[in-house]
């Protein structure tokens, strides 16, 4: 089955800009309707959805986080990734990568474990 | 952006307890509500989507229900490994997700 895995620095400094790798395996990134997503949650708070690429590079991004994000894929290694500038203490979290389904319903399923990024100086 | 709110925002309850948990948006969502469950260090797992619909593998002790702006996450006979966090998802316009629910041992 698919399994996404989540990958990057674990520290980032205020101002600079996080980086982080997801590796699907056991399936496809291009096969199937599906967007790939990044997530992320504070500590001890909620989920909130970041964007999406789809395998043909098209994205679509938070409002309140689209100014800073940029997000890639590079199909032949099975990868997507996010960019996101301007790092504050606020964007401290783990962060999550998922496959999203596109057909409408747009759950997410499955995700990765999810990797802590702490903006610290 | 549609807000999502959910209630109680914890409960505690015994294995063997019906369980209702309830997601309400700020506007109609049709049925474009998703279900998660999450444990401590675990990403979120999909339990419901389109607001009724079991995921595959998911047990049928639980289901969901409603549409428009009320929706109802039921978990029939709450199990040890049913102790965990719940949220919902919205999915009629930019995603949101609820702000959880935490389900504990009474």
């Known amino acids: 089955q698919v399994q996404l895995q989540e990958s990057g620095p674990g520290l980032v400094k205020p101002s600079q800009t996080l980086s982080l790798t997801c590796t699907v395996s056991g399936g496809s990134i291009s096969s199937g309707t599906y967007y790939w997503s990044w997530i992320r949650q504070p500590a001890g708070k909620g989920l909130e959805w970041i964007g999406r690429i789809y395998t043909s590079g098209s994205t679509n991004y938070n409002p309140s986080l689209k100014s800073r994000v940029t997000m890639s894929v590079d199909t032949s290694k099975h990868q997507f990734s996010l960019k996101l500038s301007s790092v504050t203490a606020a964007d401290t979290a783990v962060y999550y990568c998922?496959?999203?389904?596109?057909?409408?319903?747009?759950?997410?399923?499955?995700w990765g474990q999810g990797t802590l990024v702490t903006v610290f100086s | 952006d549609i807000q999502m709110t959910q209630s109680p925002s914890s409960l505690s309850a015994s294995i063997g307890d019906r369980v209702s948990i309830t997601c309400r948006a700020s506007q109609s969502i049709s049925g474009y509500l998703n279900w998660y469950q999450q444990k401590p260090g675990k990403a979120p797992k999909l339990l419901i989507y389109?607001?009724?619909s079991l995921q595959s593998g998911v047990p049928s002790r639980f289901s969901g229900s409603g549409s428009g702006t009320d929706f109802t996450l039921t978990i029939s006979s709450l199990q040890p490994e049913d102790f965990a966090t719940y949220y919902c998802q919205q999915s009629y316009s930019t995603l949101t997700f609820g702000p959880g629910t935490k389900v504990d041992i009474k």
């Open positions: 389109a607001a009724s």
């Open positions: 998922a496959r999203e389904d596109s057909s409408g319903y747009n759950w997410f399923d499955p």
